[in-house]
C-alpha cells in the first residue's frame, strides 16, 4: 500500500501536525518513524499519498518543521 510519511525533529511536532491535520480533515495517524527514516523522534505522521498536497501547505503554513521520507527503492532482481 502506498503511503505519504512526514518525520519530524520532535515528538511536540508530530503531535502538532496530527492535530492540524485533523483540523483540515486530511486523514492521517501517528506511526512509529520508519527505520532508516534517521527522524529525531520516534513519531512519524502517516496519509494517503493524495493527500500530501493538502497537508504540506497545511503544515507550512503553522510552522511545523518536517520531512518527507521516502522509502529507498528495492532492487529489482
Do not use: N
Amino acid at each position: 500500500m502506498d503511503r505519504a510519511v512526514f518525520v519530524f525533529p520532535t515528538t511536540d511536532m508530530a503531535l502538532w501536525a496530527e492535530e492540524i491535520a485533523g483540523e483540515e480533515g486530511i486523514p492521517a495517524e501517528l506511526v512509529p518513524a520508519p527505520p532508516g527514516s534517521e527522524a529525531l523522534c520516534d513519531l512519524a505522521l502517516e496519509t494517503f499519498p493524495d493527500q500530501a498536497d493538502r497537508l504540506v501547505p497545511a503544515l507550512e503554513a503553522e510552522g511545523v518543521v518536517f520531512s518527507r521520507w521516502q522509502a529507498a527503492s528495492s532492487p529489482s532482481s
